[in-house]
């Protein structure tokens, strides 16, 4: 029976935990730090391996991928990070939870921030960090302070600041309010927006945080989830963290649920170990759509994946455990909800935020508005992206205002195609991809529209013309 698995949000919601250091000492909190801290360099194939090595090597081994969006490899990103370059190495916590539908990150700052605040320091002392901020979005006032309190109370107990837990160790942890853009959750958006400056994506190559990030120093930008997964493999270890989901999709996964769901809501999941169907339907999830209701669609990582059709069938090839190759046939509620299946059906897990769409649901009304979010979002700094965005939002007000036209979905095709590839930042596809999924799955809600339309206009004109 498909179920939650709690790692990360193990003891969120229990019965009397609380977000303090008191009730995280008393849960175990900080031990893993500890236990890091007395880790000594040791000798492997004559080389000296150093405790921060310990760590990074480990955090590869666990196989965990960055929980924001792009699923890369967090120890990978880390082997990026420009150690030889003489400048400070910086790490940034991405906490602007800014892609609709996600409200996974805020249930860890509201509710184990000290959690978040282990796997910083963690992840810091493994990359020789003494500086780090959490970027935390303009519109969550109070995850800022209840991060602020909790950073006070970790250097009251001796975790942050000078001579960590009696070592040679530095760290201070600031906490960065944004304004409230979309485009701050972009990495080197959110590296600008930092500086003190208008967030502007950097162009990469070659402003690659690892290599020209923060006042451009090499820089870690890692989610809020990914940071806390840190802690988690360093508590249990590599090969027990590698053991939960499945290979290549390892560890755990907080699912944002929302939609037409009877129980929407956030679900830990061994990634991968739950399929769309069960997550949407299963009693221990979503529990299924409103009485009388059915599926039309589903967005499956947050409103800037591509959506998939209710009734979708997909061919994909995968790799068994022999490396042999085998073509499987999938329905779209059989997809096992992890990183390389849904990128395979064409779409992506994104934020794993899971957006349900039943039949009350107007397609061009839902696409009008996630435009309308993109239009408003965009930097303005790539033509395609700023004059496109705008072409596309104006487009679909005009559709649902009753003067749709029949070449409608090749117009906002012809636009999306022309933003993507084109742009500075991933934003570009963000915008154009719902378009171009949304005017490719339900093409026949689009040209009924601009018929319906068409036809209503040239008979109301032609009534007129005969008066
Ligand atoms: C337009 C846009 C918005 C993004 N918003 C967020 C966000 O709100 N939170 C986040 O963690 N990552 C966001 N990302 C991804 C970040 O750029 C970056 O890849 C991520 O923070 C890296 O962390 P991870 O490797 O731990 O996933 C966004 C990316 C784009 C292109
Ligand atoms: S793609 Fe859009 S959001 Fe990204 S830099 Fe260009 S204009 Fe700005």
């Not at 935390?136 to 600041?161: H, M, Q, S, V």
């Not at 070659?206 to 840190?230: D, K, Q, R, S, W």
Request: with cysteine; charged share 25%.
């Amino acid at each position: 029976m498909p179920k939650e698995h709690r790692l990360v949000l193990k003891h969120a919601d229990e019965a009397g935990y609380t977000n303090d250091i008191k009730c995280y000492l008393k849960y175990g909190g900080y031990k893993t730090l500890k236990k890091v801290f007395r880790l000594k360099p040791k000798k492997a194939g004559g080389v000296v391996v150093t405790p921060q090595e310990t760590i990074r090597s480990e955090v590869l081994a666990s196989g965990l991928r960055g929980r924001g969006g792009a699923g890369f490899s967090c120890g990978l990103k880390w082997n990026f990070v420009n150690r030889k370059s003489g400048k400070p190495i910086y790490l940034i916590c991405n906490a602007d939870e800014s892609e609709p539908g996600t409200f996974k990150d805020r249930q860890i700052i509201h509710k184990d921030p000290h959690q978040l605040i282990e796997g910083m320091i963690l992840s810091c002392y493994a990359n020789d960090v003494k500086l780090a901020y959490i970027y935390i979005r303009g519109e969550f006032p109070e995850g800022a302070r209840i991060l602020n309190r909790a950073i006070d109370e970790a250097k009251g107990k001796g975790f942050l600041g000078r001579g960590i837990c009696g070592t040679r160790y530095d760290l201070e942890i600031h906490v960065h309010r944004g304004a409230g853009a979309y485009i701050c959750g972009e990495e080197t958006g959110l590296i600008e927006s930092l500086e003190g400056k208008r967030p502007y994506p950097r162009i990469k190559p070659p402003y690659f945080p690892a290599a020209l990030g923060l006042y451009m120093c090499p820089t870690i930008v890692n989610n809020v989830e990914t940071l806390c997964n840190v802690r988690n493999v360093m508590e249990i270890g590599a090969d027990a963290y590698a053991a939960l989901g499945t290979a290549g999709n390892t560890g755990t996964r907080i699912v944002s649920l929302s939609g037409n769901v009877k129980r929407p809501g956030y679900y830990e999941i061994e990634v991968g170990k739950a399929t769309l169907g069960e997550l949407i339907f299963h009693k221990n999830f979503g529990q299924g759509l409103r009485d009388g209701r059915k599926l039309r669609a589903i967005i499956p990582g947050g409103s800037s994946s591509k959506v998939f059709r209710a009734g979708e069938k997909f061919d994909i090839k995968s790799k068994d455990k022999w490396g042999e190759v085998v073509e499987q046939k999938l329905d779209l509620l059989d997809i096992p909800y992890d990183f390389d299946t849904l990128m395979k059906c064409g779409s992506m897990s994104g934020s794993s935020a899971i957006i349900v769409l039943d039949d009350s649901v107007d397609i061009v009304e839902s696409l009008g508005n996630l435009s309308d979010f993109y239009a408003h979002e965009s930097c303005g700094q790539c033509t395609p992206c700023r004059e496109g965005s705008l072409w596309m939002a104006k487009a679909l007000k005009r559709m649902r205002s009753g003067q749709a036209r029949k070449g409608d979905a090749d117009y906002l095709e012809h636009i999306a195609h022309n933003i993507q590839g084109r742009t500075i930042c991933a934003f570009g596809e963000a915008c154009a991809w719902p378009v171009l999924s949304f005017v490719d799955k339900f093409r026949d809600d689009f040209e009924k529209r601009g018929a319906e339309d068409e036809a209503r206009l040239a008979k109301r004109d032609g009534e007129a013309t005969t008066k």
